[in-house]
């Protein structure tokens, strides 16, 4: 009888036991249970931010891109507000993507929208941001003409300065602009003509300062000489041009053929599609402009001759020589390492040329204040 009792008791107590053990694994499995839950709701929290980030970082990578010289290009400034000038997508690390808008608003400032996606549905984020921009425009030297190493005018060539009798400039008559900026230890070669005769400006004929200067052929205000090769169109080395207004088939400026610099001369009317089109041109290398006209600014890495009466309006940045023949004439600047003149050619000074040709040239930068902002 004791031994069916102590049997009993130890099968129930067994029974307790199990039905213990079932229990703490039963709470065992629901700590479990809720452990996985939750951390897999908070690596979806963390996934869900992680992926927000990059959409955010791309888009904010785009906004920033797209004002860099190598993304940046002259063209766009030329476009009438208000209006979209460009869009472009660009394809980051991982799934990251970002698609960004350029607007230009006003003349003197841009639009950027910048959108930034990031992840595979159902995970996947968007990000919108917005950088307000304004143009710096170079600011180019006071002298018609610089050379650092050397000036020849002959054959009755000239170059004229502030007030030197362009009647549609900005300037007025007295203006402080000097006809030429040459080294004091550098001579200029005027041959037949005395440099009165070949030299005008209202007050300084030349100026010994400004052709010292290293910064001076390199950097223009908040525009450097490397800005204005990476956003203007690039030519070949050792090019010929007889400039002359392209329009396409929607009878619109073309800007990208070689020989299109505008149309100064309003070759295709008064309301000429190039009339306002002052592009940004960079030769790698040698330049010839041979007859024609153009308008806007040449950024050239070698040599330039305007031959057989070439006309040009606006800047001329030349790393090498810049030669003027056979009444050639240049309205505007030009800052050359030497320069020379022959056979009736000419320069004058022209503020209105440059300032509309500087415009092509500016430089967008992110506004002082209330520039950026995350749109969604």
């Not at 209202?202 to 001076?216: K, N, Y």
């Not at 203007?232 to 800007?255: E, F, K, M, W, Y």
């Not at 040709?357 to 204040?369: I, K, L, M, Q």
Request: include cysteine; glycine fraction near 8%.
């Amino acid at each position: 009888m004791q031994d069916d009792l102590y049997a009993h008791a130890r099968r129930s107590r067994r029974g307790a036991t199990l039905i213990l053990v079932l229990i703490l694994l039963a709470v065992l499995g629901a700590l479990a249970a809720a452990s996985f839950v939750a951390a897999l709701h908070e690596e979806r929290i963390e996934s869900g931010a992680l992926v927000r980030a990059s959409a955010f970082a791309a888009a904010e990578h785009a906004a920033y891109t797209a004002i860099a010289p190598q993304q940046w290009r002259a063209a766009w400034t030329n476009e009438p507000p208000v209006r979209q000038v460009s869009s472009f997508t660009e394809h980051l690390f991982g799934s990251a993507a970002a698609t960004t808008q350029i607007w230009m608003l006003t003349t003197s400032s841009a639009l950027i929208l910048a959108d930034g996606t990031a992840g595979i549905a159902p995970r996947a984020a968007h990000r919108r941001v917005a950088l307000l921009v304004s143009f710096h425009r170079p600011v180019m030297p006071a002298a018609a003409a610089v050379a650092k190493n050397g000036l020849s005018l002959h054959g009755g060539s000239s170059i004229g300065g502030g007030g030197a009798g362009v009647l549609e400039d900005c300037l007025t008559p007295d203006s402080d602009v000097a006809a030429v900026s040459v080294p004091p230890q550098v001579p200029i070669d005027t041959g037949e003509c005395t440099p009165q005769g070949c030299l005008r400006a209202t007050r300084l004929i030349r100026d010994t300062v400004l052709a010292l200067r290293p910064e001076t052929p390199e950097q223009f205000g908040q525009v450097d000489r490397s800005f204005l090769a990476s956003v203007g169109r690039r030519l070949a080395p050792g090019i010929t041009l007889s400039p002359a207004p392209v329009v396409d088939a929607q009878n619109a400026c073309d800007p990208n053929a070689d020989a299109n610099l505008g149309d100064p001369l309003r070759l295709l009317g008064p309301d000429s599609p190039c009339g306002s089109y002052f592009p940004v041109i960079h030769a790698t290398g040698d330049l010839t402009l041979s007859g024609g006209a153009g308008q806007g600014m040449l950024v050239v890495d070698g040599n330039l001759s305007l031959v057989a009466g070439a006309r040009f309006t606006g800047v001329l940045l030349v790393r090498g020589a810049a030669r003027l023949e056979a009444d050639a004439r240049v309205t505007g600047i030009v800052v050359a390492d030497r320069l020379s003149l022959t056979n009736a050619s000419a320069i004058t000074y022209s503020a209105c040329a440059i300032e509309s040709a500087s415009h092509s040239g500016a430089r967008p930068f992110p506004e002082t204040t209330s520039s950026w902002s995350e749109m969604f």
